[in-house]
């Protein structure tokens, strides 16, 4: 039987079942082209956010008088030694904390009652790294970020102080030497690393 023999009732019923694979199959695909174009943008706009977060706050983690926004000192009353001894962490983690939700709160497609963020500082002797975690409830979208808070003044005095210290201790117990003689290169190892940071940057 040919092609010219079939049927049209044959026809008719081959259109049907064609339309019944194929429209599903194109709903998918137009449901898809929308879903994960969406879904990107929130893990991008977590992501942007909470790096910005990082920068800005390790930039004003020194002062907690500093517009994280600007960087603009509003009150010039400052912790000399902050490094050795930060009473102010809560505060200053809650400050960038409420700062992140800020920028994402202007966000049509993130609903900032159900993000979660964690800011934590982790100290290494007189440097400190400010560590922030993000994350979407809903979506299960999470985002980490991570920035040095470098001050090259504060770093050099904190460093001299220290290394008073030291040498005061070599000086008054001299079967201490040993221990001394690790922390300085403790100390020189970090003042080389800085010291590249800084090259780089420049």
């Given at each position: 039987?040919?092609?010219?023999?079939?049927?049209?009732?044959?026809?008719?019923?081959?259109?049907?079942?064609?339309?019944?694979?194929?429209?599903?199959?194109v709903?998918?695909?137009?449901?898809?082209?929308?879903?994960?174009p969406?879904?990107?943008?929130?893990?991008?706009?977590?992501?942007?956010?909470?790096?910005?977060?990082?920068?800005?706050?390790?930039?004003?983690?020194?002062?907690?008088?500093?517009?994280?926004?600007?960087?603009?000192?509003?009150?010039?009353?400052?912790?000399?030694?902050?490094?050795l001894?930060?009473?102010?962490?809560?505060?200053?983690?809650?400050?960038?904390k409420?700062?992140?939700?800020?920028?994402?709160?202007?966000?049509?497609?993130?609903?900032?009652?159900?993000?979660?963020?964690?800011?934590?500082?982790?100290?290494?002797?007189?440097?400190?790294?400010?560590?922030?975690?993000?994350?979407?409830?809903?979506?299960?979208?999470?985002?980490?970020?991570?920035?040095?808070?470098?001050?090259?003044?504060?770093?050099?005095?904190?460093?001299?102080?220290?290394?008073?210290?030291i040498?005061?201790?070599?000086?008054?117990?001299?079967?201490?030497?040993?221990?001394?003689?690790?922390?300085?290169?403790?100390?020189?190892?970090?003042?080389?690393?800085?010291?590249?940071?800084?090259?780089?940057?420049?």
């Open positions: 039987m040919g092609v010219n023999n079939i049927k049209p009732e044959n026809i008719k019923g081959s259109i049907t079942i064609e339309t019944i694979i194929i429209i599903p199959f709903f998918f695909c137009v449901i898809f082209a929308i879903f994960i969406l879904r990107l943008y929130r893990a991008v706009s977590i992501q942007v956010a909470a790096d910005l977060a990082a920068q800005r706050g390790a930039a004003v983690w020194d002062n907690i008088n500093k517009d994280i926004t600007t960087g603009k000192i509003h009150n010039r009353s400052y912790e000399l030694y902050w490094r001894y930060d009473g102010q962490k809560e505060m200053k983690a809650l400050r960038i409420n700062w992140l939700f800020s920028r994402l709160d202007g966000n049509p497609v993130l609903k900032t009652n159900e993000m979660t963020a964690v800011v934590e500082i982790k100290d290494y002797i007189i440097l400190k790294k400010l560590q922030i975690e993000a994350a979407d409830k809903s979506f299960r979208e999470k985002a980490f970020a991570e920035s040095m808070s470098i001050e090259p003044a504060e770093f050099i005095r904190n460093t001299d102080f220290l290394m008073e210290v040498k005061k201790i070599g000086k008054y117990c001299p079967e201490v030497n040993n221990v001394i003689d690790e922390l300085k290169k403790v100390i020189n190892d970090i003042k080389n690393r800085v010291s590249k940071v800084g090259a780089y940057e420049n």
